[in-house]
């Protein structure tokens, strides 16, 4: 099992930033991959980015040039920068955790942070 506790959304207007945290705890050392998603309502919940144990970072095409996904293996922690935010940007972000456990793999989550921006 994994544990994942987001920190850091709020309201914010356009163009200013937000850095979202999440702590990692359990069964640290399964974990392969963590991420950030984000939803609204009617809509499915998209990658927003992720980051590989070995560092490699994926970004969705959105959010390019604008955030950067972060890790600190020490600390268990994950963190997302989020610069010159746009109010399509307004979401509930989550935390996300791939882990491999007993041969298999295992997506864990955050309990959602909300993020509005105002135009």
């Known amino acids: 099992q994994v544990h994942l506790v987001e920190s850091g959304g709020g309201l914010v207007q356009a163009g200013e930033s937000l850095r979202l945290s999440c702590a990692a705890s359990?069964?640290?050392?399964?974990?392969?991959?963590m991420g950030w998603y984000r939803q609204v309502p009617g809509k499915q919940r998209e990658l927003v980015a992720d980051?590989?144990?070995?560092?490699?970072?994926n970004y969705a095409d959105s959010v390019k040039g604008r955030f950067t996904i972060s890790r600190d293996n020490a600390k268990n922690m994950v963190y997302l920068q989020m610069n010159s935010l746009k109010p399509e940007d307004t979401a509930v972000y989550y935390c996300?955790?791939?882990?491999?456990?007993?041969?298999?793999?295992?997506?864990?989550w955050g309990q959602g942070t909300q993020v509005t921006v105002s135009s």
């Open positions: 996300n955790s791939e882990a491999y456990i007993g041969s298999y793999y295992y997506d864990y």
């Open positions: 359990g069964s640290i050392s399964r974990i392969t991959s």
């Open positions: 980051i590989t144990s070995g560092g490699s970072t």
